[in-house]
């Protein structure tokens, strides 16, 4: 859907780029859905990025039209807003893709934890795992900016800061 915080990508465009917007009202929006799938036929991508949930649903009915198409999803969040349901029907689907690039190990640890396998960490700025090394802080202090729910994890950020601390990483003096 085009929104005022879409990239303006007219030079790209002017060069060849096609955008195409589906204009999906929901993740069951059968007219959004019917064009997105007439869309893939025409254009026989060799690949997919998938970002969210109702796009990685979506991508795997590609597989019926193009067999080889090779399928990533991209997982930014531990969205633990998900119902059930939809946990169980990305599983399902996950048997059907190449990879889930997770941007943190704690995003792919999720994934294990709801036995999905397929996800390879690429990293965020902020993860658990700090850099190598060891640095002196007089006074470590830290910022979250960001809505305060369980989908953008503030819990997380706490808690990598507090592993930072535990592990030596951030040596507070």
């Known amino acids: 859907q085009d929104n005022k915080s879409e990239m303006q990508l007219d030079d790209l ?5 096609k955008i195409y917007r589906l204009e999906a009202k929901n993740f069951l929006d059968f007219r959004a859905f019917i064009k997105f799938l007439i869309l893939v036929n025409k254009s026989k991508p060799s690949q997919i990025q ?14 019926f039209l193009i067999p080889k198409v090779q399928i990533y999803w991209v997982e930014h969040n531990t969205y633990l ?8 029907l990305y599983k399902l689907a996950s048997l059907l893709i190449k990879k889930i690039v997770a941007v943190s190990y704690e ?34 202090s830290f910022l979250f900016v960001g809505r305060l729910n369980k989908q953008k994890n503030p819990g997380l950020l706490i808690d990598s800061f507090d592993y930072a601390i535990r592990n030596n990483v951030l040596v507070t003096t």
Request: net charge positive; no cysteine; proline share 3%.
């Open 13 to 17: 465009q002017k060069l060849g780029l």
């Open 107 to 140: 995003v792919s640890d999720f994934l294990i934890s709801l036995q999905i396998k397929k996800s390879v960490v690429i990293f965020n700025p902020i993860s658990t795992r700090f850099a190598v090394g060891v640095k002196n802080i007089s006074y470590p």
């Open 50 to 63: 998938a970002h969210l949930y109702w796009s990685q649903i979506w991508s795997i009915f590609t597989k």
């Open 81 to 88: 807003n998900r119902t059930k349901l939809q946990w169980m």
